[in-house]
């Protein structure tokens, strides 16, 4: 868009110089995830021209590694054709990997993205972490995809929006209070403000800090216009538009792997399984609502950053330990008659089990994000609906089995 653009939030619209509104144009790489499946169908019922990019590596590693989601899940070609039959709207869809960059240019040249979201990565850190070639192959497509990204809107849409999905892992656990994403130090009686200190915990989470690095250079260098979210821990399945057929229905993840903790949780106290506390269970994080993830993502479109800008926003809503959501889970459990416990496991990463943790999170609220806070009836419905697919439920993938100190550089095969 041009700098007269101006952009009418909610409406998936803005007006031209000329005063004619036309549909801005969405590019949402990785759509056929767990956050990019709920943003794209939320965009596009907020009216934004949307399309989907993704390579479907997602549902390979499910193949390779003997997971499944929780939820059944129906294909991209289903869920585009559901979601048209549904609402009369359309979704393209370009199915390619964005470290090829030809197939790349040519999905820029065809949609003309206004903004591109970009959620196209391998995001599990333990995934990572199983062995060399999925450590190389985690910084490979995250690193080189995020690049080509970077070199297709320069190369053809240099005005366009990059929103790319970051993480609050790039952080670490500093005992200090986490800024989001500059800090002002004054040092030998000279002050400057610089970006905050990066202390990535796995492959993965470096890649997300290499990624950074590479779109605060090239805001600078070339002018380009970057939000980059740092999200915390998502949690919750449904959306709105997710809710509006079983097609449409989002992944839910509930392994070693690509599980998230209160997704995990929920499913093992559905299942009778003892909540796996890693260590000592005082690891704290952010985290949010999987609805407010894509409300996230319409506020930074719908705002979008200046040309040469690199804006830094810390995503998520609240702050909870292991311990703590171990509790929330269990009290939720009990009233609907389910027998929680919960036990400590050996860590399997290297990380601080104790520890200060205060991060910043003003900018997205100061936009107009209005949080879905973490409530009983949020874990009732959690906890329903791990009931309610409990036989898809595959114990022997409950456990953890990704050590970060065991790692090697032999392939590693899971066991049938």
């Given amino acids: 868009m041009s700098q007269e653009a101006k952009t009418q939030p909610g409406s998936g619209s803005y007006q031209t110089s000329g005063g004619a509104s036309e549909r801005k144009r969405v590019m949402v790489i990785g759509g056929d995830g767990y956050c990019g499946w709920a943003t794209a169908l939320h965009l596009s019922n907020k009216n934004y021209e949307v399309a989907i990019v993704d390579s479907l590596v997602r549902r390979l590693f499910d193949h390779q590694l003997g997971l499944d989601s929780l939820t059944p899940i129906s294909s991209i070609h289903n869920r585009i054709r559901r979601?048209?039959?549904e609402t009369g709207k359309t979704i393209e869809l370009y199915i390619g990997d964005i470290c090829d960059f030809e197939f790349l240019s040519e999905t820029f040249e065809s949609f003309k993205p206004?903004?591109?979201v970009h959620f196209g990565e391998q995001r599990s850190a333990p995934y990572s972490m199983i062995d060399r070639s999925r450590a190389v192959f985690t910084q490979n497509n995250n690193v080189i995809g995020t690049l080509?990204?970077?070199?297709?809107?320069?190369?053809f849409r240099e005005d366009c929006h990059l929103v790319k999905l970051g993480t609050m892992g790039e952080y670490g656990t500093p005992n200090i209070d986490i800024e989001e994403g500059y800090i002002t130090i004054t040092h030998n009686g000279r002050t400057d403000t610089l970006p905050y200190p990066k202390q990535a915990s796995s492959f993965y989470h470096l890649s997300k800090v290499h990624d950074s690095n590479n779109i605060a250079f090239t805001c600078k260098a070339w002018g380009m216009r970057a939000?980059?979210?740092?999200?915390g821990v998502v949690y919750g399945v449904r959306t709105d538009e997710t809710d509006m057929h079983e097609e449409l229905c989002n992944r839910l993840d509930y392994d070693g792997v690509f599980g998230t903790a209160l997704n995990r949780f929920c499913v093992q106290a559905a299942v009778g399984h003892p909540l796996t506390v890693y260590g000592k269970g005082?690891?704290?994080r952010g985290y949010l609502d999987i609805r407010d993830t894509i409300q996230c993502v319409e506020l930074a479109i719908a705002n979008p950053a200046q040309r040469g800008e690199f804006r830094v926003f810390n995503q998520f809503t609240e702050q909870f330990s292991v311990n703590e959501l171990a509790s929330l889970v269990t009290k939720a459990g009990e009233k609907l008659g389910l027998n929680v416990e919960t036990k400590s496991v050996p860590n399997p990463r290297v990380e601080a089990e104790e520890h200060y943790y205060n991060a910043k999170h003003t900018k997205l609220i100061e936009l107009g994000l209005k949080p879905h806070l973490?409530?009983?009836?949020?874990?009732?419905?959690l906890l329903n609906f791990a009931i309610q697919f409990n036989d898809r439920v595959d114990v022997k993938q409950i456990m953890p089995s990704v050590s970060w100190r065991k790692i090697g550089a032999k392939p590693k095969t899971v066991a049938a």
């Fill in 83 to 85: 979601w048209k039959s």
């Fill in 114 to 116: 206004d903004a591109v």
């Fill in 148 to 155: 080509n990204v970077l070199f297709a809107i320069k190369e």
């Fill in 227 to 231: 939000t980059d979210l740092n999200q």
């Fill in 282 to 284: 005082g690891q704290t």
């Fill in 374 to 381: 973490l409530s009983d009836s949020l874990l009732d419905s």
